[in-house]
């Protein structure tokens, strides 16, 4: 069975950073897509980030380009996201998730395994 923690959330003061890391147990997922997603209470969950298998391309969300960088370590099954210029608006539960199948990465449909989540929160 396939288990995604992440780890790295916390407290940030605005315009500071945090890095956040996502390791697969389970799985080896260098044939996975790997996204990160982020929800606040009564909101649907949205798109941060994602890197496709090959680790060529990268994807992001318009309101995190230029401040948030996917990567990921296929050796240690592991996959980041260092989160810069951090902002109030940025507080949010934060889920990476995986995907073998074909299809856009960029919604939450189709990915087929999830973390627990961890806590971001950016005060003013």
């Known amino acids: 069975q396939v288990q995604l923690v992440e780890s790295g959330g916390g407290l940030a003061q605005a315009g500071g950073s945090l890095r956040l890391s996502c390791a697969a147990s389970?799985?080896?997922?260098?044939?996975?897509?790997m996204g990160w997603f982020r929800q606040v209470p009564g909101k649907e969950r949205e798109f941060v980030a994602a890197?496709?298998?090959?680790?060529?391309?990268?994807y992001y969300a318009d309101s995190m380009k230029g401040r948030f960088t996917i990567s990921k370590d296929n050796a240690k099954n592991t996959v980041y996201l260092q989160m810069e210029s951090l902002k109030p608006e940025d507080t949010a539960v934060y889920y990476c998730?995986?995907?073998?199948?074909?299809?856009?990465?960029?919604?939450?449909?189709?990915?087929?395994?999830w973390g627990q989540g961890t806590q971001v929160t950016v005060s003013s």
């Open positions: 998730a995986g995907r073998n199948r074909i299809g856009p990465v960029t919604t939450t449909r189709g990915y087929e395994y």
């Open positions: 890197i496709p298998p090959g680790g060529f391309s990268r």
């Open positions: 389970g799985r080896t997922f260098s044939s996975d897509a």
